[in-house]
């Protein structure tokens, strides 16, 4: 008993700092909140990610932000105070992209505008497939319709829908995510959307790809219980919950997800995850 | 075999009509068409429930309409020429509005601007549950955000969602129902809504209730294979589709729910029970 107790403190959190060789951070919720303007930083975070840099740990950015293109996107986080490069960060509309190049496939979307450009080069004519992002006020019930009177009318109906988060955060309280707009669109057109964004294991695996690291030896902090850590607990991870952004006391009473920790902020965790590779 | 063949004969469409004491009608997509004003009567439908109403048959009207008060909505349905009265029509509001009183909820309402003069005499004050008609126009990003706010501020989230409809035809193309905001809120909130309308089965049975009849002894017909056809059904009513109003041709061959019949419209099919009738 005793041997089988050590053995799993050894893989637990925070112990399994120790054998790290990256860490992927989400970024609303965790490194600042979003709302009017930039949004604001979250205490600590700006600090925390620095530490991180300083270390040996690789560290990359794996985002459900479909709101701006990933150029803009970053220098908001700039601006917040924050040391990050476009290459650095994950977001999905640019792996989308990707697929509909592979697939021959022309998109209607019905996205933020902000991120509209991202699509600059991309064929909309004659759509055969939708896809749709965190839209916001772009939600409209005309604008619903249109996406779904394009997929009803065709015959291999194919909706992409950039994550599946139900809510989160800004500074003015909690809005509605992208994942409770794809949920209306499969009821009404009966069919299943393709998710491109966390938690698909495909997106992870390819900033895991970006960092030439295997799953075990990389660890994923978000807000999100279920699309950061149940994610990344699927592709072979382990995934920490931070009690920042959408974070919900339930988290921790959650019927099927279960993160390796729970940690007050990033701060918290960077630091605990640094004073173990100390030892 | 041969008795066995029979017998099946005498209780299917439309031999079944001989037994009938009464029929149910949906309104829109069997009677007319919705749409810019008042819409446009489905051809044959004006004088096919003038058929109805000189026959032995009871007659009442089943419909999952939420975009007016049941007067203004009766008063419409007789511009369109249609001999129809209040007491005739079966709409979820009113069904609702029982339910509040009886559970002592007040709501928060998410519904067409025409609906809510039918909620006057309702507290919602500081509301406890949230109901959803077909709002249209009204389903914006902040009104559905609003009700998203107060669904997840409850320790015990109530939503009633007035009918469950995926979409339904105007003259200008098809347009998203309740039952899509429905499911959008059920995955943002991880709750089950309580549907008030067709497919109900209290809902179906109250209009039985006010017949007086037994369910084999009525037939309903609708444009909606599920919440109207199947919804009778499983109430043990005989269910007819027309191919009006959202008919769709892929709907004869769906996987769980198949009509006792299937007619071009309303006019054959009170032709076809009034003839059956005279035999």
């Known amino acids: ?19 790290l060789k990256g860490v992927i951070l989400d970024l609303c ?27 040996d740990l690789q ?6 932000e479909t709101q701006a293109t990933r150029e803009k996107f970053v220098g908001k986080l700039q601006r917040l105070g924050f040391d990050i490069s476009v290459s650095e960060v994950f977001p999905p509309a640019p792996a989308a992209i990707a697929v509909l190049k592979e697939r021959g496939l022309r998109p209607h979307l019905l996205v933020h505008d902000g991120l509209l450009d991202e699509f600059d080069g991309v ?20 604008n619903l319709n249109e996406a779904f009177t394009v997929l009803i009318g065709l015959e291999k109906p194919v909706l992409f829908s950039l994550g599946q988060g139900r809510y989160y955060k800004e500074t ?10 794809m949920k209306a669109l499969e009821y009404a057109c009966d069919l299943k959307a393709e998710v491109i964004g966390k ?11 970006d960092m030439g690291l295997q799953p075990h030896e990389v660890l994923m902090i978000g807000d ?3 699309n950061d850590v149940g994610g990344a607990q699927r592709c072979g991870m382990k995934g920490v919950q931070v009690r920042t952004g959408k974070y919900r006391p339930s988290d921790e009473k959650h019927p099927t997800v279960k993160a390796d920790g729970t940690v007050d902020n990033l701060a918290q965790a960077v630091d605990m995850i640094l004073s173990q590779r100390l030892h």
């Open 172 to 181: 003015d309280g909690l809005k509605l995510d992208v994942g409770v707009y």
């Open 1 to 19: 008993m005793r041997i089988q107790h050590s053995n799993m403190a050894a893989t637990g959190w925070p112990e399994c700092a120790k054998s």
């Open 224 to 226: 999100d219980l279920v």
């Open 199 to 209: 938690p698909s294991p495909t997106f992870f695996q390819s900033v895991l790809n």
């Open 29 to 55: 919720g965790v490194l600042y909140d979003s709302g009017e303007g930039d949004g604001v930083a979250i205490s600590g975070s700006a600090a925390a990610v620095k530490k991180l840099k300083e270390s």
């Open 59 to 64: 560290l990359r950015f794996c985002t459900n």
């Open 123 to 142: 064929d909309k004519s004659n759509p055969n497939c939708v896809i749709i992002g965190d839209a916001a006020e772009n939600f409209s019930y005309k």
